[in-house]
Nanobody
Framework: QVELVESGGALVQAGGSLRLACAAS????????MGWFRQAPGKERESVGV????????YGVDSVKGRFTISRDNAKNTVYLQMNSLKTEDTAVYYC????????????????WGQGTQVTVSA
């Protein structure tokens, strides 16, 4: 069992930055692939990106490439999402997730979800 707790969501102006953190319980964090998802109002949840056990990352949304960075610190059982040059369309609830595999498109297949943290970007 893995418990995930996100933090760092806030109201920020367009062009600003935020860093989200997701702290995981347990001693098996390093064995999981971690991912960040987001869900905007009225839209389906989408994969922002994933980071492998060894720290390689890939991004599932073209609009975040070059602006968002996923990293992890296995010693701290934490995965991060650094978001720069935020846009109003980045407004969403952001979720972290843990899983053992990805699908054929490289999207994480979550076994565990965090509760989500709200990111609101104002114009």
């Amino acid at each position: 069992q893995v418990e995930l707790v996100e933090s760092g969501g806030a109201l920020v102006q367009a062009g600003g930055s935020l860093r989200l953190a997701c702290a995981a319980s347990g001693r098996t964090f390093s064995t999981y692939i971690m991912g960040w998802f987001r869900q905007a109002p009225g839209k389906e949840r989408e994969s922002v990106g994933v980071i492998t056990r060894s720290g390689s990352s890939a991004y599932g949304v073209d609009s975040v490439k070059g602006r968002f960075t996923i990293s992890r610190d296995n010693a701290k059982n934490t995965v991060y999402l650094q978001m720069n040059s935020l846009k109003t369309e980045d407004t969403a609830v952001y979720y972290c997730a843990a899983g053992r595999a990805t699908n054929g498109l490289g999207v994480l297949r979550p076994d565990y979800w965090g509760q989500g943290t709200q990111v609101t970007v104002s114009a």
